[in-house]
T-cell receptor, first 111, second 116 residues
Framework: RKEVEQDPGPFNVPEGATVAFNCTYSNSASQSFFWYRQDCRKEPKLLMSVYSSGNEDGRFTAQLNRASQYISLLIRDSKLSDSATYLCVVISSNSGYALNFGKGTSLLVTP | GAVVSQHPSRVICKSGTSVKIECRSLDFQATTMFWYRQFPKQSLMLMATSNEGSKATYEQGVEKDKFLINHASLTLSTLTVTSAHPEDSSFYIC????????????FGQGTRLTVV
């Protein structure tokens, strides 16, 4: 079983829609959580860190549920430019700070 | 933010040749850098952890004699794919972190290797 699991999608949504991505992790020693965005053939870029209290950055909201080992990302008012692959990333205390990536969820926002 | 420079961004080589990929942290010292590989439609997979001044730590299933890592300074790590074969064709990417475990990871631009 992979340490970080995501629904690969693709999610096809119209502009302006709200879309939610989920991610689960299996390592209970995980302590840092992130969402990264990766455009085709490019390096991943940090979208936002995820905190236990939940955090929001503009149209993006991230939530963490440690008890369920579950992370979510909500995108409101989707833009065409949001089309990308969204990677759930976890750092565990027993992994030497290496990032453990989910497979990514593909999002396509259509006009 | 901090910058990590990786090159080349794209390389095509013949089967059996070796390819060196460089990863530089431009404005901070990276005692640890990580090398990942991403096959099409797959997630990034950690290959090895590169520690300045010591031997790299390889993940299970990654051949250390095939993927040579050198981290001779606090700003440079290199990955050499030796005797490359078509199955080594992939997207290779490095990252470096700050000293705290939950700081942003800074990625190089990635290297797309095609072995023909």
């Amino acid at each position: 079983r992979k340490e970080v699991e995501q629904d690969p999608g693709p999610f096809n949504v119209p502009e302006g829609a709200t879309v939610a991505f989920n991610c689960t992790y299996s390592n209970s020693a995980s302590q840092s959580f992130f969402w990264y965005r990766q455009d085709c053939r490019k390096e991943p870029k940090l979208l936002m860190s995820v905190y236990s209290s939940g955090n929001e950055d503009g149209r993006f909201t991230a939530q963490l549920n440690r008890a369920s080992q579950y992370i979510s990302l909500l995108i409101r008012d989707s833009k065409l430019s949001d089309s990308a692959t969204y990677l759930c990333v976890v750092i565990s205390s027993n992994s030497g700070y290496a990032l453990n990536f989910g497979k990514g969820t593909s999002l396509l926002v259509t006009p | 933010g901090a910058v990590v420079s990786q090159h080349p961004s794209r390389v095509i080589c013949k089967s059996g040749t070796s390819v060196k990929i460089e990863c530089r942290s431009l404005d901070f010292q990276a005692t640890t850098m990580f090398w990942y590989r991403q096959f099409p439609k797959q997630s990034l997979m950690l290959m090895a952890t590169s520690n300045e001044g010591s031997k790299a730590t390889y993940e299970q299933g990654v051949e250390k004699d095939k993927f040579l890592i050198n981290h001779a300074s606090l700003t440079l790590s290199t990955l050499t794919v030796t005797s490359a074969h078509p199955e080594d064709s992939s997207f290779y990417i490095c990252s470096a972190h700050g000293t705290a475990q939950n700081t942003e990871a800074f990625f190089g631009q990635g290297t797309r290797l095609t072995v023909v």
